[in-house]
């Protein structure tokens, strides 16, 4: 038995298929993610292991002697989030990038801008140092290293399942700590004992509008589905004077 269309389920099908076309066409979503991929260089470091992943099964929370190991920890946190408002940020890779602000000596990211966010953990029982290259698969916008930034920064980047507990020293010093940002990759050179280093890696970019349907997409578009509902319909025409 053969099944033939009727005007009312042409009239819907013809529907589905310019929403669905449309849709395809508008939609434009930014995404941001990444993730830290390898941790190489230990030159001259005193790092007895290296970890890309949370220090704890979670849920849990990350005080200031959380573990007091020779371990280097990277982890992956909020990924591709739109940032309600602005976010302050201790270094950032490039300050003339568009959704970049500066603000009473200091630099921010816009509200609106897609970003990720990465941690790092440096947390030795004795003073030991750690140099190292920590790699990731998109270039590095931003850097938050100090105490009061982290902390205003942990509710939206924090990874979710982690408490981060503000305490003293949180971050890295100035001296002897350094960073280095190149492209996707960071080098640092820490050196701490109790509470540790710690630092978060931001990659962004500006969120893009969904693009507007050119014209001559519309117009084209419009006439496919002329011609397709023209077609069907001497189909039935067809099917009908042969019956």
């Not at 790092?120 to 029982?125: A, R």
């Not at 140092?129 to 924090?158: E, H, K, W």
């Not at 982690?162 to 050196?191: A, K, Q, W």
Request: glycine letters at 6%; aromatic letters at 10%.
């Amino acid at each position: 038995m053969e099944t033939i269309l009727t005007g009312e389920s042409m009239k819907k099908a013809l529907i589905v298929l310019c929403a669905m076309c449309f849709v395809y066409r508008i939609i434009g979503i930014g995404i941001v993610s990444a993730s830290v991929i390898s941790l190489t260089g230990y030159t001259s470091s005193q790092a007895e292991n290296d970890i890309i992943g949370a220090p704890a099964k979670l849920p849990f929370t990350l005080t200031a002697n959380f573990n007091n190991e020779p371990t280097l920890y990277a982890w992956d946190e909020v990924q591709s989030f739109i940032l309600p408002n602005d976010l302050y940020v201790d270094c950032v890779t490039d300050p003339t990038s568009s959704w970049i602000g500066y603000n009473d000596s200091n630099y921010y990211i816009k509200a609106g801008t897609t970003v990720s966010s990465h941690y790092v953990q440096w947390d030795p029982l004795s003073s030991k140092m750690v140099m190292a290259n920590i790699n990731l698969d998109r270039d590095i916008s931003c850097l938050i290293t100090d105490r009061q930034t982290l902390f205003a920064s942990d509710d939206r980047l924090g990874l979710p399942g982690i408490f981060y507990e503000d305490f003293v020293n949180r971050g890295i010093e100035e001296n002897p700590d350094s960073t280095h940002v190149y492209g996707c990759g960071i080098n640092i050179n820490f050196l701490t004992a109790n509470p540790g280093d710690s630092i978060r890696i931001i990659t962004a970019q500006e969120t893009q509008p969904a693009p507007v349907p050119e014209p001559a997409t519309i117009f084209l578009l419009g006439s496919g589905l002329i011609g397709l509902s023209g077609f069907i319909k001497r189909r039935l025409k067809n099917k009908l004077r042969t019956e």
